[in-house]
């Protein structure tokens, strides 16, 4: 009330609405000075100990409890900035470390330092990529980003956009392959359309179910392909169920191959499918979002051979190379303008075609976005700052480590194997000392698929690591264990066998 009076009084106030107009309402030296003390706290709790093993990796509190130490209520009155300095101690004590080298529970972990400056310059600066006036900087980082990648695919041309995770990039694969099948589909809508049918393996990704019940394709116009033992697409059984759904009078129109499953990491034989594809003039896209950072080593990009033959391709930087959550780019052989064609809506307000420089550089009206993240520019500021070579090493460590486990499974009593991976994913069942004599059957499995929950239970309690676990395809719960992190070393390989054994002594 005190300073609604004094600023009364100052010459031309300006009242409106009981409104006081003049001047700006935000105290900039007060959140100035809140952003240093915050970020602050960023160094010394998150990225000073990012790499720190004796740091526990999560601080596990039930959703209750949790609930109480954060006081998440929202009040009338706002918070010292002391308790909110708090709040932000509290956020990041009680968050799972991902950039921990003991995290191994997803495909994303680590701490990438170029990529998180990138991160902290786009939250300053708040842009959104849509027309070059508002994002000169970032549109121009995209498009070389992309040239790039797709020269890694072996395309000569190409098209492509970064949008929020590979989920979204199998959608815009869907959308667009169907746009190609039947452009009127834009305008007209699904009616009148004949039966859309699309192939997949058994082993993708659960997003193309998601993407065909979004785009009114429906998940029973999935046709999932059977994968053989080691994961991968049969191409045999994808011949017979193309001819198959031509029997049946369906239209089949796409064909999704995974390159980099996410249990197993499989690839699928892409030369083959393309084959199928091209007999029958499909449009094959290859999901690889996790796997598509081979492309990047010469060692091993030969897990990739084929891509070049895709129509479109996903393939997700923030996974193995680190770029940081998010970074997807969903990349188009099409260099027609197919991208722009199938989703543009011509906003006059936003793509005036009479601006004063090229619109071409107005590439907003290819996404099905409006507001859209300048993801790109953290993967730009890595790769500028690594080189290719630094992200090849990256890659060639996460393998070679991942090889290096399997080695040291196979010489310790009660660890066995799913299968030889030829990714980062390592997955295998550790059989406690109880059940090493029981004879195999139904209920020896019974019991061992209750060992990994219970040794996952007791690992996030104590804090010491997280490590993913899961059933498929008919075998138990086995633990899946992927290599990523550039912090991660051959000591904490050692360490995640020695603390499964630890923590199951008693099973």
Known sequence: GICKQEMLQKKNAVLVDGVILNGPIMDSKAGEKFVEEACNIIMEEVIQKADDVTEKVCEWRAPETLKQILDLEMRDAGESHQKLLQLCRDVIQYSVKTSHPRFFNQLYAGIDYYSLVARFITEALNPSVYTYEVSPVFLLVEEAVIKKMIEFIGWEEGDGIFNPGGSVSNMYAMNLARYKFCPEIKEKGLSGL????????????????????????????????????????????????????????????????????????????LDKIADICEKHGLWLHVDAS???????????????????????????????????????????????????????????????QDKFYDVSYDTGDKSIQCSRRPDAFKFWLMWKALGTTGLEERVNRALALARYLVEEIKKREGFQLLLEPEYANVCFWYIPPSLRKMEDGPEFWQKLHQVAPIIKERMMKKGSMMLGYQPHQGKVNFFRQVVISPHVSREDMDFLLDEIELLARDL
């Not at 033992?229 to 064909?255: D, H, N, Y």
């Not at 492309?295 to 990009?301: A, D, G, P, T």
Request: net charge positive; glycine share 8%.
């Open 194 to 269: 004949p039966r859309l049918v699309l192939f997949t393996s058994e082993e993708c990704h659960y997003s193309m179910k998601k993407a065909a019940s979004f785009l009114g394709i429906g998940t029973e116009n999935v046709y999932f392909i059977k994968a053989d033992e080691r994961g991968k697409m049969i191409p045999e059984e994808l011949e017979k169920q193309v001819q198959r759904a031509r029997k049946e009078g369906s239209a089949p129109f796409l064909v999704c191959a995974t390159a980099g499953t996410t249990v197993l990491g499989a690839f699928d034989p």
């Open 290 to 352: 996790w796997g598509g950072s081979a492309l990047i080593s010469r060692k091993h990009c030969r897990l990739l051979h084929g891509i070049h033959r895709a129509d479109s391709v996903a393939w997700n930087p923030h996974k193995m190379l680190l770029a940081g959550i998010q970074c997807c780019a969903l990349l188009v052989k099409d260099n027609s303008g197919l991208l722009k064609k199938c989703y543009s809506a011509k906003a006059a307000y936003l793509f005036q």
